[in-house]
């Protein structure tokens, strides 16, 4: 379980830009992941936040792929990546909708609320930090 931590942390960390921020995001992040999974054994009854984060994997993934289809059309517009990154997830609010949905049934509309605060401003800065590299690659 550490290890499972450890990494996911690392690599949330890793894909945060700006690094002032990384840091915060990261232990945030990871402290509530440390405070759900460290603990008592949970049962079958119980919340099962890993099996969570499993089952709304694949709604988080339709919901990044959908920013990044996006920007893989305007990237070499000259429209300012932030703005560039923040339109995306904008249109793609029926992704984050059905993830947040998905999340409210699960652990509440304060929880889920939170998780999706975190999510956007964490994909955003990964976006914009993408859209600017490949752009400075070309």
């Known amino acids: ?25 990261a232990l ?10 460290v603990g008592p054994p949970v049962f079958a009854d119980e919340f099962d936040p890993l ?13 990044q792929a959908c920013a990044a289809s996006f920007v893989r059309e ?3 517009s000259r429209q300012d990546s932030e703005i560039l990154a923040k339109e995306a997830f904008e249109r793609c609010k029926a992704r984050e909708d059905g993830l947040s949905s998905f999340l ?12 999706m605060a975190l999510l956007l401003e964490k994909y955003q800065s990964g976006l914009n930090a993408a859209i600017v590299e490949l752009r400075t690659r070309h």
Request: net charge positive; proline share 5%.
């Open 1 to 25: 379980m550490q290890l499972f931590m450890r990494r996911h942390c690392e690599d949330l960390s890793l894909s945060i830009r700006p690094p002032e921020t990384r840091w915060r995001v």
């Open 28 to 37: 945030l992040v990871c402290s509530m992941i440390a405070s759900l999974v």
């Open 51 to 63: 099996a969570v984060y499993e089952e709304a994997r694949p709604l988080n993934d339709q919901w």
């Open 74 to 76: 305007r990237i070499h």
């Open 104 to 115: 409210v049934a699960r652990v509440g509309k304060t929880g889920a609320g939170n998780v």
